[in-house]
């Protein structure tokens, strides 16, 4: 079983649609959890950064972390075209680990 | 005032040559990191330093070599290049257990 499971895609939505994205783990000492968005030909672009279980918002973006079912989930509101990118979870244990990524859900939004 | 900045972003060479990477970072972070991307997308940790100290060194063949010549630069230096280095690599750096910033990536082709 990988580290990181990561739902396949790709993944295509109508703009103003609502996208859930997951991932689970298998590693119970992961505390630190990241979502990132990366564009064609462009570095990851961190998007949410949590800690521990619990959920962050930040404008459409909704992250949220379930500590107890090794579950990860970043919902997108009102996506827009713009939001079409590959998304990656990430997660680290402690200082200066190594972030451990997922293989990343390709996602398009339809105008 | 890019954070983290690699040179070059593109590089077509060889088989059998030597290459280098190099990554600065200026956001007075500690840790930097090289990760590959392969051809699908999935991000793998190679190397970490935290204040010019090797922390991770993952399965990576020896032709690879990090150096870190103070804590905000990260070079990559590859031997006797083959087909199968063909990927993005991307520089990294954070704080302790805080996010990671990525650089935008060199996109390396043996030919």
């Known amino acids: 079983q990988k580290e990181v499971e990561q739902d396949p895609g790709p993944l295509s939505v109508p703009e103003g649609a609502i996208v859930s994205l997951n991932c689970t783990y298998s590693?119970?000492?992961?505390?630190?959890f990241m979502w990132y968005r990366q564009y064609s030909r462009k570095g990851p672009e961190l998007l949410m950064y949590?800690?521990?279980?619990g959920n962050k918002e930040d404008g459409r973006f909704t992250a949220q972390v379930d500590k107890s079912s090794k579950y990860i989930s970043l919902f997108i509101r009102d996506s827009q075209p713009s939001d079409s990118a590959t998304y990656l979870c990430?997660?680290?244990?402690?200082?200066?680990?190594?972030?451990?990524f997922g293989k990343g859900i390709t996602l398009s939004v339809r105008p | 005032d890019t954070a983290v900045s690699q040179t070059p972003k593109y590089l077509v060479t060889q088989m059998g040559n030597d290459k280098s990477i190099k990554c600065e970072q200026n956001?007075?972070?500690?840790?930097m990191y090289w990760y590959k991307q392969d051809s699908k997308k999935f991000l793998k940790i190679m190397f970490s330093y935290n204040n010019k100290e090797l922390i991770i060194n993952e399965t990576v063949p020896n032709r690879f070599s990090p150096k870190s010549p103070d804590k905000a630069h990260l070079n990559l230096h590859i031997n006797s290049l083959e087909l199968g280095d063909s990927a993005v690599y991307f520089c990294?750096?954070?704080?302790?257990?805080?996010?990671?910033?990525f650089g935008q990536g060199t996109r390396l082709t043996v030919v």
């Open positions: 990430a997660m680290r244990t402690g200082a200066n680990s190594k972030l451990t």
């Open positions: 590693n119970s000492a992961f505390q630190y």
């Open positions: 990294a750096s954070s704080h302790r257990t805080a996010e990671a910033f």
């Open positions: 956001l007075g972070h500690d840790t």
């Open positions: 949590t800690y521990s279980s």
